[in-house]
Nanobody, 123 residues
Framework: QLVESGGGLVQPGGSLRLTCAVSGVDSDHYNRGWFRQAPGKEREGVSCISSSDNSTYYRASGKGRFTISRDNAKNTVYLQMNSLKPAHTAVYHC??????????????????WGQGTQVTVSS
């Protein structure tokens, strides 16, 4: 089970840190990803981190703004989001995959999903 937290309302330019905790399994060997879905839009990959070597990938618009990290001892992955803009408003979901060697930003790769946490960037 994946459970996200940390969303909320933030002003433009502000920061949030999202957390995704996994329970019931040891997620050390899982690739982990963050996705978002805005109203009326398709779900899109934001960032991911591979289990093999902790390599990370980011959507082009998120490079330098978002940082993904993981704490295997806590079965948790984080997404630090800085300099947020209204365009970042969406429901953010975390996901886990155990089938692939490397993580990716395609949602079809992932097996398990959290329910999501709302992020609203507005003044």
């Amino acid at each position: 089970q994946l459970v996200e937290s940390g969303g909320g309302l933030v002003q433009p330019g502000g920061s949030l840190r999202l957390t995704c905790a996994v329970s019931g399994v040891d997620s050390d060997h899982y690739n982990r990803g963050w996705f978002r879905q805005a109203p009326g839009k398709e779900r899109e990959g934001v960032s991911c981190i591979s289990s093999s070597d902790n390599s990370t990938y980011y959507r082009a618009s998120g490079k330098g703004r978002f940082t993904i990290s993981r704490d295997n001892a806590k079965n948790t992955v984080y997404l630090q989001m800085n300099s947020l803009k209204p365009a970042h408003t969406a429901v953010y979901h975390c996901a886990a995959d155990w089938r692939y060697v490397w993580c990716g930003l395609g949602y079809g790769q992932y097996n398990d999903w959290g329910q999501g946490t709302q992020v609203t960037v507005s003044s």
